[in-house]
């Protein structure tokens, strides 16, 4: 399907002018095939379209940054992306983080969030005060995409995953430009570049590992494309390369919103030295070469540890939740 029939096929899907039974067997369909790049891209800017944005000015809009990963890796590790989020603001990094509740773990970021205590009942005007004040701000995706809400029941009618588990990253409120996504099968890491290409992105980096998770990984190599200017250059990187030894999936996992929030504070507040904190280094440097504050992954390696070592991380969490409240 090329992109403009898939454009009028979702479009159709967003204003419920297809029947449930046309809609299950579309999404079926996609899946059975596997969703091309096309069709990310189409089902995307459908998706931006019927969003609730968050419209902010040309200089903060041409900063932010926003680091996630599409789930659906089944490996109940604590949340990494959204931890690295906020080492990655405590840095100045601008982060508008779009995000949910649980889908396929026990705690998504939206969950730990609240647990950690911020406040995630704001309208947009809030959300942006928010992200101008502490350079940080997470929009819960069931607030900005009203026309989910008929589309849900039809996803939770199938036996597997639909496109509508990838749209997330590819569909920010905020409109952000520089985006690391992880992904959950490295099949899709150039679809994801593709459709982001098509996008418009101005830079990108999306990445999985070869051990299955969709961030970049302490167990094995993560491949990765990153996407500059319209250009694509192809990598791996390898843990070892900067002096992490490779561990187990066991020595990463996280569990409840509850416990996934301690294991967060703990690695903020310099308690956690192993695995848990070295994920977090390797995907914020990641995240800071995105966003052009790192020329390298040491650099940025080096940064992430500083932010830690310093307590700066952990301060910036507690002004976070301080500003959630008084926006």
């Known amino acids: 399907m090329n992109y403009t029939e898939a454009y009028k096929r979702f479009d159709a899907l967003f204003n419920n002018t297809l029947s449930v039974e046309e809609a299950a067997a579309f999404l079926v369909e996609l899946f059975e095939r596997g969703e091309s790049a096309d069709e990310l891209a189409a089902a995307a800017t459908v998706m931006r379209e019927h969003s609730i944005k968050l419209t902010l000015e040309p200089t903060l809009q041409n900063e932010i940054i926003d680091i996630v990963g599409t789930g659906g890796d089944q490996s109940g590790t604590f ?51 928010m992200l101008q004040e502490s350079g940080f701000v997470f929009m819960f995706a069931m607030n900005h995409h009203p026309c989910m809400k008929h589309i849900m029941p039809i996803r939770r009618s199938l036996s597997h995953r639909t496109i509508f588990n990838m749209l997330g990253p590819l569909a920010n409120p905020a409109g952000a430009q520089k985006q690391m996504i992880g992904v959950f099968d490295v099949e899709y890491i150039d679809r994801f570049s593709n459709a982001l290409q098509r996008l418009g992105t101005k830079r990108s980096m999306v ?40 561990t187990t999936l066991e020595s990463i996992k996280g569990g409840d919103s509850v416990e996934n929030a301690e294991i967060t504070r703990n690695i903020l507040r310099g308690d956690e030295r192993g695995a848990k904190r070295d994920i977090v280094l390797l995907n914020g440097a990641c995240a800071l070469m995105v966003d052009e504050k790192a020329r390298d992954m040491q650099e940025g390696m080096e940064m992430m540890n500083e932010a830690l070592d310093s307590k700066k991380a952990w301060d910036k969490l507690s002004e976070i939740i301080r500003v959630s409240y008084m926006v």
């Open 207 to 246: 990445l999985s590992s070869i051990d299955g998770l969709d961030e970049v990984s302490v167990c094995g190599i993560t491949q990765y494309i990153s996407l500059e200017n319209g250009a694509m250059i192809h990598g791996e990187i390898n843990p070892e390369q900067y002096g992490i030894k490779l």
């Open 79 to 129: 949340n990494i992306s959204t931890t690295t989020s906020i080492v990655l603001a405590s840095l100045g990094c601008k982060v508008a983080k779009h995000g949910s509740g649980s889908a396929t773990s026990k705690s998504g970021s939206a969950d730990v969030l609240r647990s950690l205590g911020l406040n995630l009942d704001l309208g947009v005007d809030k959300q942006i005060k």
